[in-house]
């Protein structure tokens, strides 16, 4: 499959390196141009190419949002339409700008990108995992399957599809609920934001 990664950074670069390990073709980009990443196209071998945000839109069947929230405007719209999204971001105030929406929970920022995207298919994944452990915990041994990610989102088909990536890099796809009703159980103050649980204890968590 063909995976258009925006953001760079921990979380874009560290799901960059699964999915060219798992046969995936991977095309990333970060805000200053592909020239600023040949040392991460280099690592990542043949099957990735950095370029640009839009080129990245354009290239993937799928797509992957790691940028800071406070950015999510500058992701491109027509490139992305009619594909699945995976949206890894939280909002931090701090770093991010004040956002009222969100600080009176009226909405999610995972809606927020869905809004901006509004043709695409949004998912919310791999916000709740550091990105150290989403690096190191399915390579620690047998254990590999048991760790849970979860997922939230709107749309069947792509939830399936961030499953099925979920699944091939050793981790257990929780599905959370809605964008709406999952993606708060995803948050940053939530019960399950910023651990790595077995999925099984995960799942009891979020009940
Ligand atoms: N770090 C974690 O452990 C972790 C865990 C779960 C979720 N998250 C969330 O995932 C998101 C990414 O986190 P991170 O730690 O990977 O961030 P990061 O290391 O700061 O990297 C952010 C990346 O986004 C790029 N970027 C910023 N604006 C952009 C734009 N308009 N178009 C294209 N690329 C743009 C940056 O490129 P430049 O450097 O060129 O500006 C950089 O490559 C955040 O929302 C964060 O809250 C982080």
């Given at each position: 499959?063909?995976?258009?990664?925006?953001?760079?950074?921990?979380?874009?670069?560290?799901?960059?390196?699964?999915?060219?390990?798992?046969?995936?073709?991977?095309?990333?980009?970060?805000?200053?141009?592909?020239?600023?990443?040949?040392?991460?196209?280099?690592?990542?071998?043949?099957?990735?190419?950095?370029?640009?945000?839009?080129?990245?839109?354009?290239?993937?069947e799928?797509?992957?949002?790691?940028?800071?929230?406070?950015?999510y405007?500058?992701?491109?719209?027509?490139?992305?339409?009619?594909?699945?999204?995976?949206?890894?971001?939280?909002?931090?105030?701090?770093?991010?700008?004040?956002?009222?929406?969100?600080?009176?929970?009226?909405?999610?920022?995972?809606?927020?990108?869905?809004?901006?995207?509004?043709?695409?298919?949004?998912?919310?994944?791999?916000?709740?995992?550091?990105?150290?452990?989403?690096?190191?915990?399915?390579?620690?041994?047998?254990?590999?399957?048991?760790?849970?990610?979860?997922?939230?989102?709107?749309?069947?088909?792509?939830?399936?599809?961030?499953?099925?990536?979920?699944?091939?890099?050793?981790?257990q796809?929780?599905?959370?609920?809605?964008?709406?009703?999952g993606?708060?159980?995803?948050?940053?103050?939530?019960?399950?934001?910023?651990?790595?649980?077995?999925?099984?204890e995960?799942?009891?968590?979020?009940?």
């Amino acid at each position: 499959m063909r995976i258009g990664i925006i953001g760079a950074g921990h979380i874009g670069s560290t799901l960059a390196k699964y999915f060219v390990s798992a046969g995936h073709l991977v095309a990333i980009a970060n805000s200053r141009g592909p020239e600023t990443l040949r040392d991460l196209e280099a690592d990542l071998g043949y099957n990735a190419e950095a370029t640009t945000a839009p080129g990245a839109g354009r290239f993937g069947e799928v797509a992957v949002v790691s940028v800071p929230f406070g950015r999510y405007t500058e992701i491109p719209v027509a490139e992305l339409a009619g594909k699945t999204v995976v949206d890894t971001m939280n909002y931090h105030p701090q770093r991010d700008g004040v956002y009222p929406q969100l600080d009176s929970d009226d909405t999610t920022s995972s809606e927020l990108l869905q809004r901006h995207l509004s043709s695409s298919h949004v998912v919310k994944a791999f916000n709740t995992t550091p990105f150290d452990k989403l690096r190191d915990f399915p390579r620690t041994g047998g254990e590999a399957l048991l760790y849970g990610v979860p997922v939230a989102g709107d749309d069947d088909a792509a939830k399936r599809c961030a499953f099925d990536l979920i699944e091939e890099m050793g981790f257990q796809p929780v599905d959370t609920g809605s964008l709406a009703e999952g993606g708060r159980k995803q948050q940053p103050d939530s019960s399950v934001f910023g651990v790595v649980l077995p999925a099984e204890e995960l799942r009891a968590r979020l009940s």
